[in-house]
């Protein structure tokens, strides 16, 4: 089995079996990993860019990571303007670097449907890195490597996403994910975070942190921007803090041994506490580790050409 | 030089006239509307059975981009574009580079119009200096100039107070004010409807009510000022109501709707296609069906195209970048042909007037009759032409379309201005 498209652009697009064969792949990538050796030769000859018209650390330096552990050459274009204006325009980055033989290309931007673009412009596998409000499948991905491994499966689970629904990819590439694989989402933060008619994606709405956390499995903490608050979207980070923060005492209203995921960086004591950030439940360190498997796997799906059996 | 029109369905809603006439131009004006003309020497005769001849076509909201944006579209080629569409003649909206909000610039299109265009064209001059809501242009002036309504479209008049005083000042030059509705701080960025899709899409929403809020206001202020108020392209159900209650109330407005609101839904912009990217968005299937009983009860006065072309090079971009805008003018009468004339859901003499008689009476221009004396301008349809929509073919600079490769009934047969053809079976021939 492999994936049907050359590109990555959201989980919306991909099969429950795709998704578990991207799981799975990751697996064995975990495993190469923690080897003493962390380079199998699998990519060797092939050249993966990064190209972020947004600034990100974490993301970038997981799919170069993943690309050196499987032999890849990478290169990073990081583009600090996302302004028309000025500069090229994305389809012809897109036409150059095609021209200059690359096999995939990682993209981060801040418009919605740019990784479309690029997908549709140039031969090579365009993976997201994450689209404006949109998705961020790679992310979501790895948030679903992470429950799998510590809870074995989806079905029946209970999933709560906490905080900034409005605004997050992260947010709508786990939807997706995860109610194609049989979990129960709630989403939960204050009515105006919430994306319109997001119910017809098949989850549960709350705006009571307390009422959404019981007896959960899984919670996944959003990032909560400043400047939503700026925008008149709340109050103040203050009130947002004390109805959404996740504290011990919110955790204890989920299930015992419930994971608390965040897709990171964190705003310690705004989103969550730093006793539930450095807590026995927390996974955020874990999800780091898997962000990388993860993307292996893809690139190795989409640009590897074989099955997985070739790792070895 | 005289010309015969042979075998057409007249519809002329001025005169409540519909059935088989034939039409003998003279010298460009209509001479004779009787049935079975016989062709005299020297008569020029065009057969056109099973076609659809009405009074000509007039779109009252077009961006022809001149001056100042050429590279999107010139009163060349958009006249051209409207010949090729069936339109005779064009209202002209004034968010040029500079903005028509003065005398110049008014003379300037119509000089322009009147050497290189290929129909009528009639400037619509800026509320606002500047179209930029704050002081009101020296409309006196723009009324002399010729312009035949004013309006800042593009952008709403945010300020209330001046919106009331516009209407009032207008009104003693009994010019329409057109009213961009939109609500800037609840539209705030977005890019299409706000709903599921952009939900889905991940792109910022503009919802319904954007738009209904400044209905709604402008309606008051229309009650307020007995100003002539006129809705320009009306995109939500909630308008509709809006309108109807007013109207109910005795308000004097009028409203249009666009081809594109009445006939497509936001789920065009699916792909990220931005030729789907315009302002008010394309709404819900709901929406559109409310915008054609409005329009088939005659609530709704005008179908007016919103013609606004952009370069190629413009809209190849990300969707938050894409410009707003589609072009209308040569897909306008199929579309609506297409969508609810054929459905059943409008009649030809709801469309006639609404293309026609009805923008005729609103602007103050001539037109909307072949009654015999008048202007010889005048649109012919077949009703049973079938064709896929090939932006390659436009005359209009812009190829912005979101149709390419949609197969539509009832395009334009035949465009005559003043006696003239000036455009046959899709030929521009001026």
Redesign the interface.
């Known amino acids: 089995m492999s994936l049907r498209s050359k590109d990555l652009l959201g989980l919306q697009d991909l099969t429950a079996e795709e998704i578990g064969l991207i799981l799975d792949t990751a697996a064995s990538m975990k495993e190469v990993l923690q080897r003493e050796i962390k380079k199998v030769p699998a990519l060797r000859g092939k050249l993966v860019v990064t190209l972020f018209y947004e600034p990100s650390t974490r993301t970038r330096t997981s799919f170069e990571l993943a690309a050196k552990c499987l032999g890849a050459d990478t290169v990073s274009i990081a583009t600090a303007t996302s302004s028309v204006a000025k500069g090229e325009s994305l389809k012809d980055t897109a036409r150059t670097l095609a021209a200059m033989g690359v096999d995939a290309v990682v993209i981060r931007h801040s418009a919605a449907g740019a990784p479309a673009i690029l997908a549709r412009t140039i031969k090579a596998s365009v993976l997201n890195g994450g689209d404006g409000m949109h998705e961020h499948p790679t992310q979501a991905l790895l948030d679903m490597f992470t429950i799998k491994e510590k809870l074995g499966g989806f079905r029946g689970l209970k999933v709560a996403i906490l905080g900034d629904i409005l605004h997050s990819r992260v947010a709508r590439s786990n939807i997706w994910g995860l109610t194609k694989l049989g979990a129960e989402v709630r989403v939960v933060g204050p009515a105006t975070l919430m994306p319109p008619e997001i119910e017809r994606l098949g989850v549960k709405v709350y705006h009571r942190a307390e009422e959404a956390l019981e007896d959960v499995d899984v919670i996944n903490v959003l990032r909560i921007q400043r400047e939503r608050q700026k925008m008149g979207l709340f109050p103040s980070l203050r009130e947002y803090t004390r109805l959404y923060q996740l504290t011990p005492a919110r955790l204890k209203l989920a299930k015992p041994e419930a994971l608390v995921l965040h897709p990171g960086p964190m705003n310690r004591g705004i989103e969550i506490s730093s006793e539930v950030a450095d807590g026995l439940q927390s996974c955020v360190n874990e999800q780091v580790t898997n962000g990388v498997a993860v993307r292996m796997a893809l690139l190795y799906l989409l640009i590897g050409g074989g099955s997985r059996e070739a790792l070895d | 030089m005289k010309l015969l029109i042979k075998g057409g369905r007249i519809v002329d809603p001025l005169q409540n006239l519909e059935g088989e006439y034939d039409v003998l131009v003279d010298d460009g004006k209509v001479a004779a509307l009787e049935r079975n003309i016989k062709p005299g020497a020297g008569v020029e005769v065009i057969d056109v059975p099973g076609c659809i001849v009405a009074p000509g076509f007039i779109d009252m909201h077009v961006h022809l981009r001149e001056p100042g944006l050429e590279h999107k579209e010139t009163i060349a080629t958009g006249t051209r574009a409207a010949a090729a569409g069936g339109f005779v003649a064009v209202a002209a909206m004034p968010n040029t580079e500079p903005v028509a909000d003065n005398a110049s610039v008014i003379t300037y299109i119509k000089e322009k119009a009147a050497r290189e265009g290929a129909v009528r064209v009639y400037p619509i001059g800026a509320i606002t200096k500047g179209s930029k809501g704050e002081e009101l242009s020296e409309i006196a002036d723009l009324a002399e100039a010729g312009a035949v309504a004013l309006s800042d479209d593009g952008r709403p008049v945010m300020n209330a107070e001046i919106m009331r005083r516009a209407l009032e000042y207008a009104g003693m030059f009994n010019l329409p004010v057109i009213a961009h509705c939109e609500d800037l701080n609840l539209s705030a960025g977005g890019v299409m409807n ?3 899709i ?8 503009i919802p319904a009510g954007a738009e209904e809020v400044m209905v709604a206001r402008d309606l008051i202020l229309a009650a307020m000022t007995k100003g002539k108020l006129h809705l320009a392209h009306i995109s939500t159900a909630g308008s509709v109501q809006l309108l109807q209650q007013a109207k109910e109330r005795g308000i004097k407005v009028t409203a249009e709707v666009t081809p594109h609101h009445l006939c497509l839904t936001e789920e065009e912009v699916v ?2 296609n931005t030729n789907a990217k315009v302002n008010p968005p394309l709404r819900t299937r709901r929406d559109c069906d409310a915008l054609g009983s409005a329009l088939a009860g005659e609530l709704i006065e005008v179908i007016a195209s919103d013609h606004a072309p952009h370069a190629a ?1 413009e809209k ?6 894409a410009p707003f805008g589609m072009v209308g003018l040569e897909t306008a009468v199929p579309l609506v042909v297409t969508f609810l004339i054929r459905p059943g859901l409008l009649t030809w003499k709801q469309a006639v007037a609404a293309w026609s008689s009805n923008p005729a009476r609103i602007l103050n221009v001539p037109g909307g009759s072949l009654a015999p004396g008048s202007t010889a301008d005048i649109t012919i349809i077949n009703p049973a032409e079938e064709r896929e929509v090939d932006v390659r073919r436009f005359y209009s600079l812009g190829k912005n379309s979101p149709l390419q490769g949609r197969k539509l009934y009832g395009w334009p047969a035949a465009t005559i201005v003043g006696g003239r053809i000036i455009m046959r079976e899709g030929e521009v021939l001026v």
């Open positions: 706000e709903g599921f952009s939900t889905i899409l991940g792109l910022r929403g792909g990220y090079e190849d971009v990300e969707f938050d970048f």
